[in-house]
């Protein structure tokens, strides 16, 4: 059964997860709801808690592909999408929650707008709070200034949750917590460069898309609860570790080597800055040491990696091959 047919489900959701299973149920029941009888592929990638154990039994019409070991997450995504059927897919983050509606209006606006690959939604915290769901391409603005001023002082080019949007708005990229693609866009593009193996998967596919002629909205009358970071934050260093060599890998396939060769300068000489000054105030009897110093110990990490060379055995647990299990 191909995408498209007329008995293919309108909307493939895929969820990966690593040990978060308690959030991922909860994922799955909001795109049961959500979906009303379409297609949920789930990834375990190499949990070690009890996902594969207790996905099954409750959630038996969802298809789970388990692996033994963390594919990544771009790679997982290729798996379970070629396993898909849906007219769109919709990549689920398995910390993240939709709205009552949220997907209906999200695939009546992709309807709509033939000319759109990819659509995000407002994300919000548990209490409601608005996070930020729009992602400019990286440039070496972005990975040298401050995002948050950035977003201040020009809003209209760098837009965030300080001034939310009223309607639906064309972007650069958008927050992959909430990433509803157009399957045949997915499939002219291949899929997730394999070369990302957590972070920076989705803005890359954006720009792809884009120098296609696609594009790429925010809806925020998409609404999805999203608790941020939810797998991340079981490993802060080797998260951190992992985004930084996403983004060195981002400016290599996408930037010439003048941008490249200033940023693997300036960013590392900003780290260390930035570590001294963590240092310091981690020392300081204000109350915020421990903030501080964790802050001090993940960016020591950092550092320690750069200066080790950046070895690709360092971050997230990975490994070279894998056996991937359907059951």
Known sequence: MKAGTPNAPEVSVIIITRNTCALTRAAIRSAEE???????IVVDNGSSDDTATVLPPEFPSVQLIRSEINLGFARACNLAARRAHGEFLLLLNSDARLEPGALGRAVQFMRA????????????????????SIANFPTLSTELLNKSLLRRLF?????????PLAEATEVESVVGAFFLIRKAAWDALGGFDERFFFFFEETDFC??????G??????????VWHEQGGTAKQSTAAARIEYWRSRYAYFAKNEGWGTRTLLAVVLPARLLVEWLASGIMAAMPWGLSGRWSDRWRVQGSLLAWHLRGRPADEGLPRAATARPKGT
């Open 155 to 163: 809003p209209k080019r760098f837009p965030g949750k300080e001034r």
């Open 34 to 40: 959500a979906a009303g009888g379409g297609e949920i």
């Open 214 to 223: 696609w594009k790429v909205f925010h809806l925020p009358q998409v609404r």
């Open 113 to 132: 707008t033939p000319d759109c690959a990819v659509a995000g939604a407002q994300l919000l915290s548990l209490d409601g709070t608005r996070q930020n």
């Open 207 to 212: 720009l792809q898309a884009r120098r296609r």
